[in-house]
């Protein structure tokens, strides 16, 4: 749906040239909720602004529905864009227009009958989740329901894809955690490609299908979300998984039991797929060859399934530790040594 091909971008300042993209390849698949993370100033809001061509790449080909956008005459980039909408970070409402008016908007613009727009802009309030609410003025509005005008308004010419430029950073977790479920809706009801970008990694875990990571104007990682989480390779990827997987207080705990138990093993089990919802630890339990101690454990959620990791102390004679990280290990679980008493790494 969305193809980038070595794309590059450069500001010219008075300071001299930006290279804010410096050769960008993205393949967008049609339905894919797709994730773009960085942190400020890592080019993520002109990478996402070259889609809809409100910024022209200084080169590279961007291939947006099987068009080649650059090389689109005005009307044919005017019509090409009705099939990109776009929500923002702010907002960006009419003010002095109503709920229905700011929705109805893009309708009259793209010159839509009176009768049909009446009847689409009620379509749009329902999918949303604002009936009640049309006649509202956006100052009487709570920012989730402004972003829910947003995401209506960006749906009312039924575009093929739609680009969030950190649509949730302006609000707070449990709304940012409605809008992010709405978008899923949307993108499993409509089949709407759907491009993020974000810094929170909350924001991909819960919802992207892929994500790429930004820095420097460069896409240094990318793959399926659980893939990434489970198995960061770049510095910086794993600081971004760490936002949502790091637990400072379980990570003390480990560290008191490390000094504690000094002759027990210590291992980090990692989960993914299929592994997190078999009973692994149960059936050690029951084998009662080592003794177990369960420190600490998370599970999450993403869209192409559960990851979690578990830490465990594990006591027992050599030959049977190493027995039971076997067994962990031919379950299809990962496992990282943290402190090895039985000296299972020579
Ligand atoms: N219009 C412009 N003129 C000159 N330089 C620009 C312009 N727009 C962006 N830049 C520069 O390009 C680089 C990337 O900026 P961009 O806004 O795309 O990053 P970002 O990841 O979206 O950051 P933020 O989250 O802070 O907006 C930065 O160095 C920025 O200063």
């Known amino acids: 749906m969305i193809k980038l091909n070595n794309i590059k971008k450069s500001y010219h300042s008075k300071k001299g040239a930006v290279e804010a993209l410096s050769g960008i390849d993205l393949d967008i698949k049609q339905g894919e909720i797709f994730g773009i993370i960085g942190y400020s100033g890592a080019g993520k809001s002109t990478l996402i602004r070259l889609i809809n061509m409100l910024e022209t790449p200084t080169a590279g080909s961007l291939i947006v529905d099987g068009k080649e956008m650059s090389s689109l005459s005005k009307n044919k980039l005017r ?138 104007g460069q896409i240094v ?22 936002q949502v997987t790091q637990n400072d207080e379980a990570e003390e705990a480990v560290d008191f039991v490390k000094q504690a138990h000094p002759s027990g093993t210590i291992v980090k089990l990692s989960f993914k797929g299929d592994s997190a919802n078999r009973p692994v630890v149960n059936e050690l339990f ?18 192409n399934g559960a990851f979690g990791t578990l830490t465990l102390l594990i006591d027992g004679a050599t030959h049977e530790v190493k027995r039971a990280i076997d067994f962990i290990e031919n379950q299809g679980v990962g496992v990282e040594v943290i402190q090895d008493a039985a000296q299972l790494i020579s």
């Open 79 to 216: 019509e090409a864009r009705k099939d990109i909408g776009m929500i923002f970070q702010h907002f960006n409402l009419l003010w002095s227009r109503t709920v229905k008016g700011n929705i109805s908007f893009p309708l009259e613009v793209a010159g839509v009958k009176k009768a049909e727009r009446k009847k689409r802009v009620q379509e749009l309030i329902k999918i949303v989740g604002l009936e009640g609410r049309e006649n509202a003025y956006p100052s009487q509005l709570s920012g989730g329901q402004k972003q829910r005008v947003g995401i209506a308004r960006a749906l009312a010419n039924n575009p093929k894809v739609l680009l969030c430029d950190e649509a949730t950073s302006a609000l707070d977790p449990k709304t940012t955690n409605a809008i992010l479920d709405l978008l899923v809706d949307i993108n499993k009801k409509l089949g709407l490609t759907i491009v993020m970008i974000t810094h929170e990694m909350h924001v991909v875990k819960k919802i992207c299908h892929k994500v790429a990571v930004l820095d420097k």
């Open 221 to 242: 990682e990318e793959g399926n979300v659980l893939d990434v989480f489970q198995q960061p390779k770049m510095a910086i990827t794993k600081e971004f998984v760490k």
């Open 286 to 303: 029951q084998q009662q060859l080592v003794e177990i101690n369960i420190l600490e454990g998370n599970i999450s959620q993403t869209q």
